[in-house]
């Protein structure tokens, strides 16, 4: 029953997620914004909504290990298993971007969020507030000088939604979402408690893959299709929003204390170390290019982390 559950929550969050994208593009361009701030603002956030339902109500809730187990999985999964399958079925080339923003970027929010818990294994109101305006400044200084590099352009959406549909599209997203939420967080905790484990070894393995599904299939498509495969930009992007995103804005309305010591311990130093990796695999041995065996070596320490978390 609570693995029913989490997966009626895994598609409910899905749903809703592609609905409030659908109706925030559409608004948006309807409001004539232009595409370039849709898809550095709408999109991002519109994209990163279920994380961030998931960590807000899971901090609500009193489940605060679930809110950050939640975002330090998914970063995990998104560099070690998405795109680790990624790129064993097709290589990429890595954007110039890459060390110039992106990776610079994803590695000063994961440090920043590091030494914010590291000592007092909490993220408070004033840090959340710190992050998440870090964040702001990083994409009014993306709009302005780096828009061509790294963003990418919003889809045509097709015809435009009429009043009425726009809103049940708000609506129905929505509730999808907090729904989504309610019983993802209920699987998770009845799953922990029918195994004996913490909250925090179901948040970073069950619930982040969860949440990384998306850009999974996504991915996949991608490469079935023979069209460019998900770029290491837009996982990075997410990891990004992830932590600034989606904890700032999570700690700003409610603290995280971490309980479970494996999340400070464990599981932030795998995160760091996954995403310093990948910058010695993105110009080694080839330059500017991920091929399958740096897919396998991504899979592979995915799977070391998985097995000693669960073991």
């Known amino acids: 029953m609570n693995f029913l559950l989490i997966v009626i929550g895994l598609v409910l969050l899905v749903m809703g997620g592609h609905w409030l994208l659908k109706a925030a593009v559409d608004l948006s361009l309807k409001l004539e914004i232009p595409k370039i701030v849709i898809g550095m603002t709408v ?4 994209t990163s909504a279920p994380e961030l339902i998931v960590s807000v109500n899971a901090a609500l809730e009193g489940f605060p290990d679930i809110a950050m187990g ?3 999985g998914s970063n995990l999964a998104n560099i070690g298993f998405v795109l680790g399958i990624t790129v064993v079925l097709s290589s990429i080339d ?13 590695m000063i929010a994961s440090i920043m969020l590091f030494g914010f818990v590291i000592t007092d294994a909490k993220l408070d109101r004033l840090e959340g507030g ?3 305006t870090f964040l702001i400044v990083f994409l009014i200084y993306l709009l302005r000088f780096q828009k061509p590099a790294v963003v990418d352009e919003v889809e045509e959406v097709g015809e435009p939604l009429s009043a009425v549909k726009l809103v049940l599209y708000l609506l129905f997203g929505g509730v999808a979402l907090w729904g989504g939420s309610e019983l993802l967080i209920r699987g998770a905790v009845g799953m922990a408690r029918f195994y004996n484990v913490s909250e925090r070894i179901i948040a970073v393995t069950v619930v982040s893959v969860g949440t990384s599904i998306p850009e ?10 023979k069209e460019k495969a ?6 990075i992007g997410s990891n990004i929003f992830n932590i600034l995103a989606v904890l700032g804005i999570t700690s ?5 204390t971490i309980v479970d010591a494996g999340l400070l311990t464990n599981d932030i130093y795998w995160m ?3 995403s310093f990796l990948i910058l010695p695999l993105v110009f080694f041995p080839k330059g500017l290019r991920l091929g399958w065996r740096d897919g396998i070596v991504l899979l592979g320490c995915y799977a070391v982390f998985v097995y000693l978390t669960v073991r």
């Open 70 to 72: 939640n975002v330090i």
């Open 43 to 46: 999109v991002s956030f519109a």
């Open 130 to 132: 710190m992050m998440f």
């Open 216 to 225: 999974l299939a996504a991915s996949v498509i991608a490469v079935l299709k």
């Open 94 to 106: 890595v954007e110039r971007s890459f060390y110039k923003t992106d990776w610079p970027m994803m």
């Open 252 to 256: 700003m309305i409610t603290p995280i």
């Open 272 to 274: 760091l170390a996954v």
């Open 230 to 235: 998900i770029s290491l930009g837009n996982l």
